[in-house]
């Protein structure tokens, strides 16, 4: 199998029949043997019968429906894990994305030796909030990854098969792919000019909580690929310095009592000083911080990376 498209689709009734035909249309006329996975990802429409038209009328096409609406990451992994091709390319349902794109993305993917092709709405037809807000968010996304993309929410991304199917996408991580197959070992990532389109039937599926989500999602990354595999060194190292500080600041509180009192002098009450109560607030905060960075070793023990994240490939050893 050449390619897998995978699709996530959530109330796109109107928009199925157009795009499968558009893909079928497109692939056949360029030899590319390829499969269409499209995940109802629990649309409230009759995107399931029609995707049932769909599959009962074209071999190629795959559909799975989830039980409620999981998000569009999780509908992404689940077509990852069904895909079998060589390439995959992901594409919203909507028809903003235009799957003349494709034999060229595969292309690059296959004789370019990309891991990940992503597409690059330079000439968006979005609304203007959309519009700057994404470039806001490109330009912090830049900044924290130092991945140099224009557009890395862009749905229409081209894979390595090897790349989807050796990482895990959940909440709404489906607009940081690029980072995680980067912190999987997976470098070579290019970029496209694509085609974008004002969305033709419905309506989009985010409201303006998207930007609230994405950049703490973008903060969870940036702190699980820098410390997911070592806590202790993020927290021990607050931990300790905080620790550190109360104790000299009480150290010192504590001896200059006892030098006033070698000298017989009226010393203040070491509780007289707001100075105590900063020691020992740091203090605690900081063995809680050690504590939480102790926790967190042990979690990740008990989970250890899967084998398949980390092999590539194998000779005469079974693991
Ligand atoms: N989508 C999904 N589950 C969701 C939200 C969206 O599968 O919970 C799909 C949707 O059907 C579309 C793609 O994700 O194929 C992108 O969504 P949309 O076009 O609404 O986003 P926008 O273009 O506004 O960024
Ligand atoms: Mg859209």
Redesign the pocket.
């Known amino acids: 199998m050449d390619l897998s498209v995978v ?6 009734a109107e928009s199925l029949p157009e795009l499968a035909g558009w893909i079928d249309r497109v692939c056949s006329g360029a030899a590319i043997d390829y499969e269409l996975i499209i ?1 109802d ?1 629990g649309s409230s429409d009759n995107t399931w019968d029609v995707l049932r038209q769909l599959a009962a009328g074209n071999g190629r096409i795959r559909a799975v429906r989830f039980r409620r ?4 990451a999780a ?1 992404l992994q689940t077509g990852f894990e069904a895909s079998a091709g060589a390439v995959v390319i992901t594409m ?3 028809l ?1 994305d235009s799957p003349d794109e494709i034999p060229e993305l595969v292309r690059m993917v296959r004789e370019e030796g990309y891991h990940i092709v992503s597409g690059w709405k330079k000439k968006r037809y ?1 609304p203007f909030i ?1 519009r700057t807000t994404s470039k806001l968010y490109n330009y912090t996304a830049r900044k924290f990854s130092g991945i140099k993309l224009h557009d890395f ?1 862009c ?1 229409l991304k081209a894979y390595d098969g090897e790349v989807v199917r050796s990482i895990e996408v959940y909440g709404e991580m489906h607009r940081y792919i690029p980072m995680l197959a980067r912190e999987a070992g997976f470098r070579n990532i290019g970029e496209k000019v694509v085609q974008h389109r004002a ?1 033709k039937y419905g ?4 409201g303006l909580d998207r930007f609230l989500k994405g950049y703490l999602d973008m903060l969870t990354i940036s702190f699980i690929t820098r410390f997911g595999k070592s806590p202790m060194h993020l927290f021990g190292t607050m931990g300790t310095l905080m620790f550190l500080t109360g104790f000299v600041l009480a150290a010192y509180l504590g001896i200059r009592k006892l030098v006033f009192v070698y000298h017989n002098l009226r010393a203040p009450l070491v509780t007289d000083s707001p100075w105590f109560y900063i020691a020992l607030a740091v203090m605690i905060i900081g063995s809680f911080l050690f504590l939480t960075g102790f926790l967190a070793e042990l979690v990740n023990r008990r989970s250890p990376d899967r084998n398949r994240y980390l092999i590539r490939e194998k000779l005469n050893t079974r693991v």
Not at 7 to 12: H, I, L, T
Not at 203 to 206: A, E, F, L, S
Request: aromatic share 12%; proline share 4%.
């Open positions: 699709v996530p689709a959530y109330n796109e995940i990802d609406n999981y998000g569009k509908a919203d349902a909507d903003q979005d959309k929410n749905g969305r309506v989009t599926k985010y």
